[in-house]
Nanobody, 127 residues
Framework: QVQLSESGGGSVQAGGSLNLSCTAS????????MVWFRQAPGKEREGVSC????????DYADAVKGRFIADRDNAKNTLYLQLNSLKPEDTAMYYC????????????????????WGRGTQVTVSA
């Protein structure tokens, strides 16, 4: 079955950087796009990024565009998210999920599409 495991979170000051990883198993990794979501306390889970099966194209939420970079290594079944210029409002639990298909669907940012999540990795940004 689909298994996902996120890592790399931590506590940083505003303006800092972090690199998150997501290792995947239980499916053919390079058949699917992959997505990152995040959930802040008291808020709904929101889509952060989607990367196509080749890694050649990515889409981002407006809130992180220009600061976060998604990447993947299909040989290692691993998804990455580089977080730069972090802000306190980026504080959240970050999750990865398998995408709907090989390309990023126009509705990739909608949580309703995804059933399987990892445990997440916490990112805390202090002012």
């Amino acid at each position: 079955q689909v298994q996902l495991s996120e890592s790399g979170g931590g506590s940083v000051q505003a303006g800092g950087s972090l690199n998150l990883s997501c290792t995947a198993s239980g499916f053919v990794f390079d058949d699917y796009s992959m997505v990152w979501f995040r959930q802040a306390p008291g808020k709904e889970r929101e889509g952060v990024s989607c990367i196509t099966w080749t890694g050649g194209s990515s889409d981002y939420a407006d809130a992180v565009k220009g600061r976060f970079i998604a990447d993947r290594d299909n040989a290692k079944n691993t998804l990455y998210l580089q977080l730069n210029s972090l802000k306190p409002e980026d504080t959240a639990m970050y999750y990865c999920a398998r995408g709907l298909r090989s390309l990023c669907d126009y509705s990739w940012h909608e949580e309703r599409h995804y059933e399987k999540w990892g445990r997440g990795t916490q990112v805390t940004v202090s002012a």
